[in-house]
C-alpha cells in the first residue's frame, strides 16, 4: 500500500510565507508527476505540477508566488508559498500521477489528506 502524508500547513499573515511537504510512504521506486492542488469551485486543475526530472508547471494565479521542488531520494514534494493573499485560504492537497513499488506494483492517482492553509488579512 502507499499514502501520501503532507504537512506544513497553518495560519499565517497576509504577505508571509508557508512551506507545505508531502512525502510518499511505502517501498517507492519511483514517483511520476507530482502536483499540489487546492480546493477550489468548479472544475479542479493543480496548482503546480513537477516531473520526475524537474520540469514544473504553475497556474497563473500562483505563478512567481509559489514554488514547487522534489527530492526524488526522499519521495517528497514541496511547496514554497510566498507573498500569501487572503484568497489563497484553502486545504492543499498533493498528488501523484503514478506511484510504483519496488515489488511492481503500480497505483495511480494518489491523493495526500490534504492540509489546511489559512491566511489573514
Known amino acids: 500500500q502507499v499514502q501520501l502524508v503532507g504537512s506544513g500547513g497553518g495560519l499565517v499573515q497576509s504577505g508571509g510565507s508557508l512551506n507545505l511537504s508531502c512525502t510518499a510512504s511505502?517501498?517507492?521506486?519511483?514517483?511520476?508527476?507530482m502536483g499540489w492542488y487546492r480546493q477550489e469551485p468548479g472544475l479542479q486543475r493543480p496548482l503546480a505540477t513537477i516531473?520526475?526530472?524537474?520540469?514544473?508547471r504553475y497556474a497563473d494565479s500562483v505563478k512567481g508566488r509559489f514554488t514547487i521542488s522534489r527530492d526524488n531520494a526522499k519521495n517528497t514534494v514541496y511547496l514554497r508559498m510566498n507573498s500569501l493573499k487572503p484568497e489563497d485560504t484553502s486545504t492543499y492537497y498533493c498528488?501523484?500521477?503514478?506511484?510504483?513499488?519496488?515489488?511492481?506494483?503500480?497505483?495511480?492517482?494518489?491523493w495526500g489528506q490534504g492540509t489546511l492553509v489559512t491566511v489573514s488579512s
Open positions: 511505502g517501498s517507492i521506486r519511483s514517483i511520476d508527476l
Open positions: 516531473s520526475h526530472t524537474g520540469v514544473t
Open positions: 498528488h501523484a500521477d503514478s506511484i510504483t513499488l519496488t515489488n511492481g506494483r503500480e497505483y495511480l492517482e494518489v
